[in-house]
C-alpha cells in the first residue's frame, strides 16, 4: 500500500469512527432520558438514587451480551463511568425537585446532600 493509499484508508476509518461516535451519543441521549424518568419515578417512591444491586445487573447484562473485543473488565470500567454520570443526573434532578417543595436556605445553612458510592473504581463483584 503505498503512502497515499495508507492516508485515504485511515481518514476513512476516521470518518466511520466519527459516525459511530454520533450514533453511540444519540444512544446515551436515549438512555438519559430514560434515565431522568426513572430518577422521577424513584423521588416519587421515596427510593435511592444508587442501588448497587440493579448497577450490578446493568454489567452483568452488558458482559453476558459481550461478544468482544472489549473485555468485561473494560466494559466494566465504561460502564461504571456512565452509571456514575446517570447518577449524578438524577440527583441534580431530585435537587431540582426537592427546591420546587421546599422554601430556599438562608446563606448560612449549607445544602443537604446524599451520600454517594466510594467511587468510580469501586471493585465490582
Not at 1 to 30: F, H, K
Amino acid at each position: 500500500m503505498s503512502p497515499e493509499q495508507a492516508q485515504e484508508a485511515l481518514g476513512e476509518c476516521r470518518r466511520r469512527i466519527d459516525e459511530l461516535d454520533r450514533r453511540i451519543l444519540a444512544l446515551l441521549n436515549e438512555r438519559t432520558g430514560i434515565v431522568e424518568q426513572i430518577g422521577r419515578l424513584k423521588t416519587e417512591l421515596a427510593m435511592p438514587i444508587y442501588e448497587p444491586r440493579r448497577e450490578d445487573e446493568v454489567f452483568r447484562n452488558v458482559v453476558e451480551h459481550n461478544q468482544g473485543p472489549l473485555s468485561g473488565d473494560a466494559l466494566k470500567r465504561i460502564y461504571e463511568r456512565i452509571l456514575d454520570e446517570m447518577r449524578s443526573l438524577q440527583r441534580m434532578g431530585k435537587a431540582d425537585a426537592g427546591d420546587r417543595d421546599r422554601p430556599k436556605p438562608s446563606r448560612d445553612s449549607e445544602p443537604e446532600t446524599e451520600p454517594r458510592p466510594s467511587g468510580s473504581g469501586t471493585p465490582l463483584t
